[in-house]
């Protein structure tokens, strides 16, 4: 388990994989930014105890576009990489973790490798995510 996550309940994770156009509406809608995001964060661990069995405590909303287009320009990932790293990314905000400003952000990209590396050596994120 992530650090920060509440341990001792049973709590669900609930993904939605869009394209450029539902991620821009959904940024501007739910985090009031124009254009398309990698990942949007929904974590709903405040109250744990207002949550239904089978009910989401974390949403991702992850851009489908985002990935392949970092996976293409980026000599040292790939699409199902930057898919692994959103969901990782979108994990760490629901864990507490922040990259509005330059330490956070640093402490943040220090864990995103952290995790990635260990779920590397179980997963094969190109099985995982082999591509549209």
Request: no cysteine; glycine share 12%.
């Given at each position: 388990m992530l650090a920060g996550l509440p341990d001792?309940?049973?709590?669900?994770?609930?993904?939605r994989f869009v394209g450029d156009r539902a991620m821009a509406r959904a940024n501007a809608e739910f985090v009031g930014h124009e254009g398309t995001t990698d990942v949007i964060t929904f974590s709903y661990f405040d109250d744990p105890d207002s949550l239904f069995p089978g009910e989401a405590a974390v949403e991702l909303i992850i851009c489908v576009d985002a990935a392949l287009r970092e996976g293409e320009a980026r000599s040292d990932s790939s699409y199902a990489r930057e898919m692994a790293l959103y969901l990782v990314h979108g994990l760490l905000h629901s864990a507490g973790e922040d990259d509005l400003s330059p330490g956070p952000r640093r402490r943040m990209r220090r864990r995103e490798r952290e995790v990635l590396a260990g779920l590397e050596k179980e997963f094969d994120f190109a099985a995982i995510f082999p591509g549209p």
């Open positions: 001792g309940f049973d709590w669900e994770l609930a993904v």
